[in-house]
């Protein structure tokens, strides 16, 4: 007999009795039935699930899910005691989905039709090609904001996105692959992603339990290497129900975004990189400018105050930046420091190269004006790769 991948669809709510009855009937009725016959181009045999994280709405949410429960028996209802966010909700819905329902995969999904229905089946085609993360995206082909936004929803719906894509990934590969990281759409793998996180939601496990929660479990399931995709998203005007947008929202997703790449251990380091090449530079600087008073051999001022920076630059790097990997004992020591200082060859070429053509062309006087920029253009890039792919390389596990 052939194993079951079980999808549960995590819908939260608040106030949201106009829809989500029909929600719970559209999905049993029209979609799931189509998943377990294998239409839609599906391989492998579904079990699909709902559950409805529920914030104890006052409008009888909870109740109009008891009673499709009873009908439908692959629904299920989580009633929070407390309503701490959206972010909290879902966080809650995953554990849910993994300890008691034995979850495979966990969608994120919104109930009040503004996620089409008609997109599940296009995401588990992608889960059963061997991709652990599929999103939702409005700004592919195929993909669309709801034609009855306002231009003020329009602007910061690509605004907001594009600036906290850009914040998170640039320049980086996933910067071209994520085009809607806002997008509240997503099925995730849970072996090797979802079992791996912390879903405490309670204390400072989020950045925040607003609408930014969708940014942080997008950063943290992508650098956890998952295979990842986007289908497009026809996203579609709410006519019921109320909204779950808060007046701050913006405000919020900037400053997930700009946490999450602010701590990530990537910035962390090159921080620290940059750092220990500013107190580098002012070494280089200060002995430039004592042994150009000393003798007339530019080259050899140059070359000689290079040298020491890189002295200087090799102890930082070591007990700071790099403290991962650090290199300890004596033999050791002495060994990198030899192959930093083989390794270092090339900026010390590029900078005593570049610096003697720049004193020619310019004269003595822009000495000092020419070596941040050629530190800053030249020497960082190279050092940046020189020194994570040989001297301070991640040990393989």
Known sequence: MQNKNIAVIVIPTYNEADNIGKMVEYLNTKTFPNIIAKKDDLNESWEMKILVVDGNSPDGTGKVVEKEAKKYNNTFLYTETSKDGIGAAYLKG???????LKADFVFEFDGDFQHPPETIPL??????????????????????NPKGWGF??????????????????????NFFKVTDPTTGLKVTRV??????????????????KSFGYKLQLLFETLKMGAKFKEVPLQFHVRNAGESKIEAKT???????AFLLRWYDDFTQKFLKFGTVGFVGYLVNAFFLGVFSKTWSIEWLSWLLSTELAIVSNFTLNNIWTFKKQSISGSSALISKFFQFNLSSMG??????????LGVKFFGPQSRQILLPFIILFLVLPYNWFMYNTFIWKNKKK
Do not use: C, H, N
């Open 191 to 208: 072996k090797g992603f979802i079992d791996k996180m912390d879903l405490d939601w309670k204390g400072d496990r989020l950045l925040t």
């Open 250 to 256: 913006a405000k919020d997703i900037f400053r997930v």
């Open 152 to 173: 003020k929803r329009v602007f910061f719906s690509e605004v907001g996105g594009f600036t906290a894509r850009f914040l998170m990934f640039f320049p980086f590969k």
């Open 123 to 144: 995401m588990l085609k992608a889960m059963e090609e061997g991709y652990d993360y599929v999103i939702g995206s409005r700004k592919i082909k195929g993909g669309s």
């Open 347 to 356: 900026a010390l070429l590029i900078q005593t190269i570049a610096g003697s």
């Open 94 to 100: 995953f554990k849910y989905a993994i300890d008691k």
